[in-house]
């Protein structure tokens, strides 16, 4: 490969686009050269030397693997930001991941952090309401919020729909969300659950003098997505929801642009990427893209519940898409966010009102506490479960044990022993 790219003795500049891999060679290859191969193959280089390469060129747009540790197979590639379009995040991806994941010499390759330059950040617009215009919206200044999945995912006709969707909302959910597998199917009409969920979303707001939201799956083909999203916005609609890695990056890109109301980001798909430890893209790359691009609320797990992702990394995570500024670590890369508003985290996968306290002292209050099945799973049904989750996040507000907390509320106690602590 004519272009040497390794420099452990190059500081970075403010503006490169820097990214973190862990590298595992395949046999018979050391990470010093497959280092080189990925940096190349991400940019200008290419399998031998071609004559076609202008040195002035080659100087100005040459990344620079600038930290490698041979223990942890990890390394620290810069890129000049002249190599990226701005503003166009599926052209960003296919500059860096490419053809990387693809190439012989490499048997795991997992894309860990990325750090994003100021420059490239403003060419994106972030989220339109982030945690603080959320609040606001929702007219919840302090606690957590609460929402809830319909259940079961599919095979709800529409005004079972709606109905399920109102005994949470008055039972004390804050939001009500579609499942990622329900669009428009034959047995439940994308355009006629809307209209009748949003009705019983206003008419769960009269009776209970709070402001609720339906998070209604919009995801399609990127011009029938546009027509979804304005026939909620036309028909009173006050929240989306979003595939956003099945939908593709660039067509959130054009719902970001396309709509004034809030989108929230569910994650389906995201352990096609992220389950190996060794091989594929971070969640927290694909948190930094979607606040980036502007989302705002994502799905980033939970550290209690069903779904997989270990403590440390899911709370960097949500740092990462909650906080202004992250830290250099060994394991992560800084990151200052610049005119990026923070967005709001969603845990989920599992929860029951017998973890909420957990949850909350490990997460903190900025944070959308959702359960499905720990809602509709109650044995007195939707609304306690509701009541029940309601009840744990006010225990924890008031800095009571759930124990205590459920002498004076049936619905939590009853959730306690169905489920325990």
Not at 59 to 85: C, D, G, Q, T, W
Not at 263 to 283: E, F, K, L, T, V
Request: proline content about 4%.
């Amino acid at each position: 490969m004519q272009n040497k790219f390794l420099n452990l003795k190059y500081k970075p500049k403010k503006t490169d686009v820097i990214c973190q891999y862990k590298i595992t060679p395949s046999k018979g290859y050391t990470l010093k050269k497959v280092s080189e191969e990925v940096a190349g193959e991400s940019s200008i280089g290419t399998w031998t030397n071609i004559g076609t390469m202008n040195k002035k060129v080659a100087e100005k747009l040459s990344p620079k693997i600038y930290y490698m540790n041979e223990k942890e197979k990890r390394v620290r590639i810069a890129y000049p930001i002249e190599l990226f379009e701005l503003g166009n995040v599926p052209e960003i991806l296919s500059s860096i991941g490419g053809n990387i994941y693809g190439m012989k010499s490499v048997k795991g390759l997992m894309w860990e952090d990325l750090r994003i330059p100021e420059k490239m950040l403003k060419s994106f617009k972030g989220p339109r309401y982030g945690i603080y215009g959320l609040r606001k919206l929702m007219k919840i200044p302090k606690r957590p919020l609460v929402g809830t999945i319909i259940k079961p995912k599919v095979g709800l006709d529409e005004k079972n729909h709606a109905r399920v969707a109102y005994e949470a909302w008055i039972g004390g959910c804050d939001i009500v969300k579609d499942d990622e597998n329900l669009t428009n199917q034959n047995f439940n009409n994308f355009k006629k659950r809307f209209l009748l969920t949003i009705k019983a979303c206003k008419d769960a707001e009269k009776k209970t003098g709070e402001k609720k939201a339906y998070l209604i799956n919009c995801t399609a083909e990127s011009e029938e997505m546009k027509r979804r999203i304005k026939f909620v916005e036309e028909n009173g609609g006050n929240y989306i929801m979003l595939d956003i890695l099945t939908l593709g990056w660039g067509a959130l890109q054009t719902a970001r642009n396309f709509t004034k109301l809030p989108i929230h980001a569910h994650r389906a798909g995201h352990a096609i990427y992220d389950r190996n430890p060794d091989h594929g893209m971070s969640m927290e790359v694909i948190a930094q893209l979607a606040r980036m691009v502007g989302v705002d609320t994502l799905h980033i797990g939970t550290v209690y519940g069903k779904m997989t992702g270990n403590k440390e990394e899911i709370l960097h995570i949500q740092e990462e898409i909650e906080m202004q500024f992250t830290p250099q670590t060994k394991m992560n890369l800084e990151q200052k966010w610049y005119n990026i508003e923070p967005i709001l985290g969603v845990a989920s996968g599992g929860v029951y009102p017998g973890i909420v306290p957990k949850i909350l002292k490990a997460m903190g209050n900025n944070i959308v506490v959702q359960a499905g099945g720990g809602v509709h799973g109650h044995p007195d049904g939707t609304i306690a479960g509701a009541k029940a989750m309601r009840q744990a996040i006010d225990a924890f507000m008031k800095k009571q044990s759930l124990k205590k907390y459920s002498e004076n509320h049936e619905e939590l106690k009853r959730a306690l022993e169905n489920w325990g602590e």
